[in-house]
């Protein structure tokens, strides 16, 4: 009876022990997740000096260059390796003139990727958008809408011109808009972009339209800066203020 009633409790204190062991390695697993998650998340940069405001401003610059660039799609990881490696002056895993042929090749085959998507998503919009009630497409491929009629003087190619206008990418990025600086715009209608010249010459004083302009009367396989990429097609609504 005695050798039972020990055995009883021997198992008992080591069912118990198992369950704590459990527990505690639990809680382990659970507190080293908890580690792992808050190594995973990304450092948070103070600016709180000089250098470090001008060593972001710099990475801003930089990486808004090279994705306009097409070359959204480098790795982050690598390319700060080498930034890292090149401030602390450590052996470098490719010599400055082995890189160039390979960035030269990479960004180009980048951007011919971006362009390629570019005239595509274009040709789509494009495509669609001209089945839009109110939608009148031109012999040139110009496409405008029409909010309000106007019923003032029409500007020839050689009048100048005072506009309102906004303009987005298809994706309904804003470039450029006077509206937003609240001041009209004035210039040449033969000074503009093709697409705007066609359009002005159309429009009465007091007109405002929609315009959707193809990339090959608007700024064509180059694009315009930063912010217009290479065949790019654009919308405007314009507002015509004044023939002056």
Known sequence: MKRVLILVVVLIATGTLMAQSKKELAAQVQK???????LKKPKEVDLNNANKKAGYGMGVLFANNIKGQGGDSLDVEALTA?????????????????????????MQ??????????????????????????????????????????TGKTPLSTNGVTVHYTGKLVDGTIFDSSVQRGQPANFG????????????????????WMLYIPYDLAYGE?????????????????????VN
């Open 32 to 38: 080293l997740q908890a580690e792992i998650d808050q």
């Open 82 to 106: 080498a930034i890292k490696d090149v401030f602390e002056k450590k052996t470098l895993k490719m010599d400055q003139q082995s890189c160039m042929p390979v960035v030269q090749q990479f």
């Open 109 to 150: 085959q980048a951007s011919e990727r971006k362009s390629a998507i570019a005239k595509e998503q274009g040709k789509v919009f494009l495509e669609n958008n001209k089945k839009t009630e109110g939608v009148v497409v031109t012999a040139s491929g110009l496409q405008y809408k029409v909010l309000t009629a106007g």
């Open 189 to 208: 209608v033969n000074q503009v972009i093709r697409g705007w010249t066609e359009a002005l010459q159309l429009m009465k004083e007091g007109d405002k």
């Open 222 to 242: 180059r694009g315009q800066g930063g912010q217009i990429p290479p065949y790019a097609t654009l919308i405007f609504e314009v507002e015509l203020i004044k």
